[in-house]
């Protein structure tokens, strides 16, 4: 995890990285950005009956400082906890 000399916004780290493999992207590979950066992660806690307790989505606040942030264990095992009391 040492490529980069600082944090950088999402973005910028795919696009320095990008430079830093020697990555030439065809038009395929430009395309199917297009179509594709936007999608975003989640996490869900589902109970024994189905259920969705608890869910975490990337980037649902429209904040794009929050993409690629995610949960920390700590929250997750709180959420957790919260099923089982």
């Known amino acids: 995890m040492d490529e980069l000399p600082e944090a950088l916004p999402v973005w910028e780290a795919a696009q320095a990285l990008t430079r830093l493999d020697g990555f030439n992207p065809t ?11 936007s999608q975003s992660a989640g996490e869900f ?4 009956g189905g259920i969705v307790r608890w869910a975490f989505v ?24 919260t099923l089982t009391a």
């Not at 038009?27 to 950066?37: C, G, H, L, V």
């Not at 806690?45 to 024994?48: E, T, Y």
């Open 27 to 37: 038009d395929t590979d430009r395309e199917e950005q297009k179509r594709t950066w």
């Open 58 to 81: 990337e980037y649902a606040s429209g904040d794009l400082t929050n993409i690629g942030q995610f949960p920390k264990d700590e929250e997750i095992l709180a959420a957790t906890r």
């Open 45 to 48: 806690l589902i109970d024994r």
